[in-house]
């Protein structure tokens, strides 16, 4: 079956502009999460949606970053007036349950290079 | 505060040596530990989890409460071990925070 896509692969874009990134989980999933992906920083949690559950918002490191997801599947992650810094790899993954040992099956990423 | 720590950003061994990837956490409640892996080109994947105590491609990890460690180890290592590896620690929110990650070089 498919498995997690994201797009664009790349984006590069100009300062100060606004950016989303598209995550379609696999299908039947209920946790969707989001990462980012900086050299020599590992992955970053940004948020992760869990059912109808209000989301984990936690580790978005801005008010500049939002994300929803809407009907249960799909969901944006949208950068507002970006900055050089939020240059980095955005990756989605999505897991089937929240039981104990479940899996996250990650995206392809997003590239995004801020000018 | 929750923590992974991935002391390593690189490590090199020769094909058939013993490898060891460190990995420690700090969290307070009852953790559950992951190791995923990158390999070039290919998307980040699951490559074994504690609760499993299963070994995956002659990888084995085992859960140290004392010493707040889930290292990952391998007897024999290959040269397509070569990738990137990332310990993850998932808390009772299941929010997952991953470590820095290390690079493992297999020299042949």
């Known amino acids: 079956g498919a498995g997690v896509s994201q797009s664009p692969s790349n984006k590069v874009t100009e300062k100060g502009k606004d950016v989303e990134l598209r995550c379609d989980p696999i299908?039947?999933?209920?946790?969707l999460y989001w990462y980012r992906q900086s050299l020599g920083q590992g992955l970053e949690f940004l948020i992760y949606?869990?059912?109808?559950?209000?989301?984990?918002k936690s580790g978005l490191p801005s008010d500049r970053f939002s994300a929803e997801r809407t009907g249960g599947s799909v969901s944006t992650l949208t950068i507002q007036r970006t900055q050089q810094e939020d240059s980095a790899v955005y990756l989605c993954?999505?897991?089937?349950?929240?039981?104990?040992?479940?899996?996250?099956?990650f995206g392809p990423g997003t590239r995004l290079t801020v000018t | 505060a929750q923590r992974v720590t991935q002391p390593e950003k690189l490590l090199s061994v020769f094909k058939g040596a013993p490898v060891e990837l460190k990995c420690n956490y700090s969290?307070?409640?009852?953790?559950?530990l992951f190791w995923y892996v990158q390999y070039s080109r290919q998307r980040l994947q699951l490559l074994l989890r504690?609760?499993s105590r299963e070994s995956i491609k002659g990888f084995t990890a085992d859960l140290n409460k004392g010493e707040t460690s889930f290292h990952l180890k391998k007897p024999f290592a290959q040269e397509e071990d070569s990738a990137m590896y990332y310990c993850?620690?998932?808390?009772?929110?299941?929010?997952?925070?991953f470590g820095a990650g290390t690079r493992l070089f297999v020299k042949a």
């Open positions: 299908s039947g999933h209920t946790a």
């Open positions: 969290y307070s409640g009852s953790p559950e």
């Open positions: 993850a620690l998932r808390t009772g929110g299941f929010k997952t925070i």
């Open positions: 949606f869990q059912g109808n559950s209000a989301p984990d």
């Open positions: 993954a999505s897991s089937g349950g929240t039981s104990l040992g479940s899996e996250q099956y």
């Open positions: 504690h609760i």
